[in-house]
């Protein structure tokens, strides 16, 4: 069946450095998104991705899609502790989406 | 915009019981929710996809008469996991999409169930 996968699995950062996270998916997507899970909290989703090749930005966060919509990445630029969490993507299946293996983050201060 | 409430937050129970588990969309009308498992520090592993007024769509492995889902409302998906074991201890979360495929989902704020 689809899996999607992610590295790295975990990452620790110093406050300030830069973080990036890959998304594979073992079959063409037609769209991606991303979530951010805090401890002990829920999902929260981030932006979706629909376009081969698109990137998109919100303020410190990059995302893009691979042209080939298999893979995206997100970067975060200058992180800060409140980035703490775990990233995941997610995609799209026919009407359900798989949920990549998640990188969590930790940023120290 | 866009709440989804799950109840209970948390339960403990012996083994034997069933115990439901509520997903309810606030503010919106969900024709479809996710309910998903997650185990510490873990990936969201979706069970099965409910549908309002239909049969719910199980994943591969996951037991339908032992996670029984009804979604009776456009608001209201329950999940009932029946004669519950240790091994069902775990992290089940539901989310609501507002529109069709490719639109956002809204998770709850998951239920976190121990069984005894």
């Known amino acids: 069946g689809q899996q999607v996968m992610q590295i790295p699995q975990y990452q620790h950062v110093q406050e300030g450095e830069d973080f990036t996270t890959y998304c594979n998916s073992s079959t063409t997507l037609s769209n991606i998104q991303w979530y951010k899970q805090r401890p002990g909290g829920h999902p929260v989703f981030l932006i979706q991705?629909?376009?081969?090749?698109e990137v998109k930005k919100q303020k410190r966060l990059t995302f893009q899609f691979g042209e080939a919509k298999k893979n995206s990445s997100l970067h975060i630029t200058a992180t800060q502790t409140t980035d703490v969490g775990t990233y995941f993507c997610?995609?799209?299946?026919?009407?359900?989406?798989?949920f990549g293996t998640g990188t969590r983050l930790k940023v120290l201060a | 915009g866009a709440v989804v409430s799950q109840h209970p937050s948390w339960v403990i129970c012996k083994s034997g019981t069933s115990v439901k588990i509520e997903c309810r969309s606030l503010d919106f009308q969900a024709t479809t929710m996710f309910w998903y498992r997650q185990f510490p520090k873990q990936s969201l592993m979706l069970m099965a996809t409910s549908n309002e007024g239909s049969k719910a769509t199980y994943e591969q492995g996951v037991e339908k008469d032992k996670f029984l889902i009804n979604h009776a409302s456009l608001t209201l998906s329950t999940l009932t996991v029946t004669s519950a074991h240790p091994e069902d201890s775990s992290f089940y979360i539901c989310s609501a999409l507002t529109g069709g495929g490719g639109q956002p989902q809204h998770f709850g704020d998951g239920t976190r169930l121990s069984i005894l």
């Open positions: 997610a995609g799209a299946g026919t009407y359900k989406y798989i």
């Open positions: 991705l629909v376009k081969s090749g």
